[in-house]
Structure formats: C-alpha cells, structure tokens
C-alpha cells in the first residue's frame, strides 16, 4: 500500500488531502478506519431500525433508508447491504475521486444504483436532502478528521487543548451534528464511532434546540474491542 499518511494531522479535514490519497490509492482500493464490519455489526444492528420492520415505518418512506457519513473507500456501506440486508443506503462524501470509485464498486457488486447511492456532499451542509428523510446515520472516524482541524479550512498545523478545543472548531463540528439530526427521522438513530472517550465527545453531541429542548432524547455509549476500546455514540432523535 502506498504512503498516504499526512505530513501534519490537520490534513485530515481537508478535501485536498482525501482527493490525493484516493487517487494515489487507486480506485479499486478499500480501507477500513477503527474496526471491521464485523467487529461493529452487532453494535449497528442491535441499535439501527431493522431493515424489513415489521411495524410500519415511523416516516413514509424513511425506513429502511440508512446514510453513511463520510463512507470513503470503506466496505462499511456495502457490507450494511450485503451482510446485514439493508435495502436502502445513502452514502455522502466530500471527496468527488471516491465517491466516483465507489460508484463503479457498487456496480461490480451487482447492487441496485438507485438504491445503493453515492453522491458528493459537504457533511456540515447537506441541503441535497429534506428533513427527515432517513431513519439511522453512521459516522465512522469522521467527526473525528472534523476535530483534527484548527479553524475554517484545518489546515493551520496548530495544537489545541482537547479539553478546551477552539470556539470555531466546536462551531464546525455543532453545524455538522445538527445537520445530521434535520435529516433524521422521529426516532431516528445517529450512530458515532470514535476513538474519543466520552469526556471528549460528549459535549459535542449533547446539544438542544432554540428553546432550549435536548436534540437526542438519549445518548448511550457503548464500546467494542478488547485491548484498545473504540466508542459507540448511539444517539436516538426524540
């Protein structure tokens, strides 16, 4: 595999730095962040709505339909379809290299286009989709390439205090959060994979509305692996 680590961790939130990692990769390409599909499969399917519910969907036509934060070159969405049986999958990335190669990846696969999507979005401003319009999101490392920044384009190279992260970081990574609950469902689930103990996280997460009102009606946090532990924000919308 070629050397595609960045030179200052900052990299990691821009666009220019996925652009040049995916096409030195090479389009037919796969990387998993954190863990396998199957390490987090039983944490995703104990708590995302089922993909045949057996009760009819809270929001016509939003369950079973999942979106992928962030889906790089990852197996994460095929597998949610192939592994687990989800019929609808969303995935969003800001990287137009993979998400083109991801596009020709499903095609190999054999799943349906119109089903298993892939489109060119900015996670902090996805006005592609009206409100409500899925029932679970999954976030595997992504607000965390978010958090490596410093500022507007993340790029400055600066250290911060990551009990005490920059104002207009924690801005950035709010619009993001926000987003992901207006395109949220009633009862839909925002699941969060993360190496960022909750002491971390949880700030960014537990946000409320103009009156005041908690935007998650709760946040569980669960972890998966032995050695190391990766947390799982499981955050369900009232």
């Given amino acids: 595999m070629p050397d595609v680590l960045p030179s200052d961790n900052a990299h990691y939130k821009t666009q220019q730095y996925w652009d040049s990692r995916y096409q030195t990769e090479g389009p037919d390409a796969t990387f998993d962040w954190f863990k396998s599909y199957d390490d987090i499969r039983p944490v995703l399917e104990a708590n995302l709505p ?24 990852s197996t994460l969405s095929e597998s949610l379809a192939l592994v687990s049986g989800y019929t609808h999958v969303t995935s969003v990335d800001y990287s137009a290299v993979v998400v083109e190669a991801m596009r020709a990846r499903t095609a190999k696969l054999g799943l349906d286009a ?4 892939f489109q060119v979005a900015d996670i902090r401003d996805m006005a592609l989709f009206a409100a409500e319009s899925f029932a679970g999101a999954i976030d595997k490392g992504t607000m965390d390439a978010l958090l ?14 990551p009990w005490n992260p920059p104002r207009e970081l924690c801005a950035e990574v709010e619009r993001y959060v ?11 689930v925002f699941i969060y994979i993360t190496f960022g103990q909750p002491h971390f996280r949880r700030r960014h997460l537990e946000l409320t509305t103009t009156d005041g009102v908690p935007l998650w009606e709760s946040i569980k946090v ?17």
Avoid: I, M
């Fill in 50 to 73: 089922p993909p045949a519910p057996s009760s009819p969907p809270p929001h016509p036509g939003a369950l079973p339909h999942l979106l992928v934060l962030g889906c790089g070159n």
């Fill in 114 to 117: 119109d089903r298993f999507t």
């Fill in 148 to 161: 490596t920044g410093d500022g507007e384009d993340g790029a400055g190279g600066k250290a911060y205090d």
């Fill in 178 to 188: 926000r987003e992901v609950h207006r395109v949220l469902c009633s009862r839909g």
């Fill in 222 to 238: 669960q972890t998966v692996g032995d050695a190391f532990h990766y947390y799982v924000y499981v955050c369900t919308k009232t």
